[in-house]
């Protein structure tokens, strides 16, 4: 961690426009970092009866983020566990019960906020019935629209109503949400910019899984993938195979006319207000 914090604060130095630092620190910065405090792993949270607990290891999951110069947590995980063959969900997720996910979902991510680190709802649309790690191959979920609505989209539209700042889009192919063969979630316009934005009215900033993972590049290349994610309506295109082809496709497309530049303007200042609100406006 000392390492880290000099790393952070170095890179700082470097920046014209200051950084907004990310981490995958679900059950606290021990996730990833050696020597820091371990919090317990979601279906743990699930078996305990007073939520407040979870509200009260948010705020000091994000003061020990804070002392890292670490402003967005990617977490809650929103999932509900609903597949006991899932290869990757599993103890990340709260549990099977859509309620009971919900709820302390939200009192995770309050916790957080009110410590002014962003929280990040993942993985939408819910990555709980799966059989497949999509870190290794693109899962299938072969559910009805009207299916997803009334059990995985349930917990995220809980906390997106309760402001949640951020989702992460997971790499799922889910034929009710597009029928092209193949496409994650995190590339599908139908899923980024028709149900979570229009639909849900989120309004927040919209992450893709990491672009590295075999979900997505067992079928889209390096570049392609960013563009595609971009076009989808991903504001952060997280964890980029290749970010000078990438910068190269999207810029391309944005003077072909195929992207508007309004797209473009409307991330940038949705990041540039994530970043004030971080308090790296000075």
């Not at 969900?89 to 009110?114: C, E, H, L, P, T």
């Not at 893709?208 to 390096?222: I, S």
Request: glycine share 8%; net charge positive.
């Amino acid at each position: 961690p000392v390492r880290q914090g000099k790393l952070a604060n170095y890179y700082q130095t470097l920046a014209k426009t200051p950084l907004l630092y990310s981490i995958d620190a679900e059950w606290g910065l021990a996730m990833r970092l050696d020597s820091t405090p371990r919090y317990p792993k979601q279906m743990t949270l699930g078996a305990i009866q007073n939520d407040s607990l979870i509200y009260l290891m948010g705020r000091q999951v994000a003061r020990d983020c804070k002392r890292m110069g670490l402003h967005v947590n990617f977490a809650p995980v929103a999932d509900v566990n609903n597949n006991p063959l899932n290869p990757v969900i599993g103890m990340r997720s709260f549990g099977d019960n859509k309620y009971k996910v919900a709820k302390k979902a939200y009192m995770y991510m309050q916790g957080m906020q009110d410590e002014h680190v962003m929280a990040n709802g993942k993985h939408f649309p819910g990555h709980g019935n799966t059989d497949v790690d999509s870190h290794k191959d693109l899962p299938l979920i072969p559910r009805s629209l009207a299916q997803l609505d009334t059990l995985e989209l349930y917990p995220f539209k809980q906390i997106i109503n309760a402001g949640v700042k951020s989702v992460m889009v997971a790499h799922l192919e889910v034929p009710a949400l597009d029928t092209a063969s193949h496409v994650p979630t995190t590339l599908s316009r139908n899923t980024v910019t028709n149900l979570l934005k229009n639909k849900l009215m989120f309004t927040g900033l919209v992450v893709t899984d990491a672009l590295g993972m075999q979900g997505v590049t067992k079928y889209f290349p390096a570049g392609e993938a960013d563009l595609r994610a971009f076009e989808a309506g991903n504001d952060i295109l997280l964890f980029s195979q290749d970010v000078p082809i990438a910068i190269g496709k999207i810029k391309n497309a944005i003077d072909s006319g195929r992207i508007p530049v309004a797209a473009l303007e409307l991330s940038v200042k949705k990041i540039l207000g994530a970043k004030y609100d971080a308090g790296l406006s000075t």
